[in-house]
């Protein structure tokens, strides 16, 4: 799918992959709608971008609220055409902590009702807008490109909430392709592996550099905006479709 002059809602995109994706995409011709929690941040990458750029404040795991901002969209693009899942949390807790106490379950859950619920709903809504564009000569209505994380397949000690979250971004991947087709709208996961977002740079530069020992090559954080490369790469290339892919120099998490 052409990406000039389509609309885009990216979600998480006031910062770090979200707000990269955002920038490529403008860049490339898309006119993006930036939905966050932080409205100050995505207002203030909206403006950097200029032209149709918009911020909206929105919990995407509220109904209500993703509609609302999938319609502003919507009308102010004139369809929405690509939707990017960014928006995330992470967690960290054992099945059983230390103490013998167990996982606290309200935790678990709220990792849960973002990372996947909230990934759903985004699609869900975005893809009941798109079913009514009208379709390129391959019979595409849309792209949606989901956030999942190495962690889904190698999650490590103290991540059971958040690789069971990305691990159902990863798992709902295929069906919801499968369940797509018939619209003409293609759905792929990214599974990024060690970024440097503005979190993990905030990290001691020891930790960093531990966990950058685990990398293969390239020997070093990936960038956000080899994230968005990916991104927009899916965006064009009608065969991705139904597929997770790892972006991660070959890293596989050890266990702790």
Request: net charge neutral; with cysteine.
């Amino acid at each position: 799918m052409n990406i000039q002059g389509f609309g885009a809602l990216i979600t998480g995109g006031g910062s770090g992959l979200g707000e990269a994706t955002a920038r490529m995409l403008a860049a490339r011709g898309a006119k993006v709608a930036i939905l966050d929690m932080n409205l100050d941040k995505a207002e203030a990458v909206a403006k950097s971008i200029g032209g149709d750029a918009f911020a909206v404040k929105a919990n995407v795991a509220s109904g209500p609220e993703v509609e609302a901002a999938v319609d502003q969209a919507v009308a102010k693009f004139g369809g929405l055409h690509i939707a990017v899942n960014c928006a995330g949390v992470g967690s960290a807790g054992r099945t059983v902590n230390r103490d013998g106490s167990p996982f606290n379950l309200d935790a678990f859950g709220l990792t849960i009702q973002i990372n996947l619920v909230g990934t759903f709903n985004v699609c869900r809504i975005a893809a009941s807008r798109m079913v009514k564009n009208t379709p390129n000569a391959d019979g595409e209505r849309g792209v949606m490109v989901n956030t999942a994380s190495v962690g889904a397949f190698d999650g490590q000690i103290g991540q059971v909430a958040y690789a069971a979250s990305k691990g159902g971004v990863v798992s709902m991947t295929l069906p919801m392709a499968r369940d797509l087709a018939v619209n003409g709208i293609r759905v792929c996961t990214i599974a990024p592996g060690l970024f440097g977002t503005p979190l993990m740079l905030l990290a001691p530069k020891e930790m960093q550099d531990k966990l950058i020992s685990n990398i293969p090559f390239p020997h070093r954080f990936g960038k956000s905006d080899e994230f968005a490369a990916l991104t927009c790469h899916i965006v064009e290339n009608a065969m991705l479709n139904g597929e997770t892919i790892r972006l991660d120099g070959a890293l596989r998490m050890p266990p702790k």
